[in-house]
C-alpha cells in the first residue's frame, strides 16, 4: 500500500470510528499488508485486495473478550457498537456501528482454541 491509500484508509476509519487515535502503519511484509493502531497498541490488520478490476482492504481484528460488543464499544471509546447473531448461524454474526452494518464478528478455532475475529471490508467507494 503506498502512503496515500494508506492515508484514506486511516482517515476512513477515524470518522467511521469516531476514533482521531487509529493509525495506519505499512509493513515491510507482506506487500499490502498494513497495521492498524489504536494509539500504541496494535489491534489488527489490513489487507489490500484487488480482484476482478475492484479494489477493497480487510481489516481484521482479534476480539479479546467473550463480551464482544462490550469490547468493541470499549476498545474504540464507541457506544454504538451492537453485535446480531445471524439466525441460521452459530459461528457468525453481524457487527453494526449505530444502525449500519460495517462487518462481522466470527467465532474461529485455532489450534484447539476458540478465537472472536471482527472482519470489516473498505470498499474503494467508501474512501471517496
Do not use: C, W
Request: proline fraction near 4%; charged fraction near 35%; charge should be negative.
Amino acid at each position: 500500500m503506498d502512503k496515500t491509500e494508506i492515508e484514506q484508509v486511516q482517515r476512513y476509519m477515524r470518522n467511521l470510528f469516531n476514533n482521531p487515535q487509529i493509525n495506519v502503519a505499512a509493513r515491510a511484509k507482506p506487500k499490502g499488508s498494513a497495521e492498524v493502531f489504536l494509539g500504541e497498541e496494535a489491534i489488527g490488520t489490513l489487507d489490500k485486495d484487488e480482484e476482478d478490476g475492484e479494489l477493497s482492504y480487510h481489516f481484521r481484528m482479534p476480539v479479546l473478550d467473550k463480551d464482544a460488543p462490550s469490547y468493541l464499544r470499549t476498545k474504540f471509546g464507541n457506544p454504538k457498537f451492537k453485535v446480531v447473531a445471524f439466525a441460521k448461524s452459530k459461528d457468525t454474526a453481524e457487527v453494526y456501528l449505530g444502525d449500519d452494518a460495517i462487518g462481522t464478528l466470527t467465532k474461529d478455532e485455532e489450534k484447539g482454541k476458540a478465537t472472536q475475529n471482527f472482519r470489516m471490508a473498505i470498499f474503494e467507494t467508501d474512501l471517496e
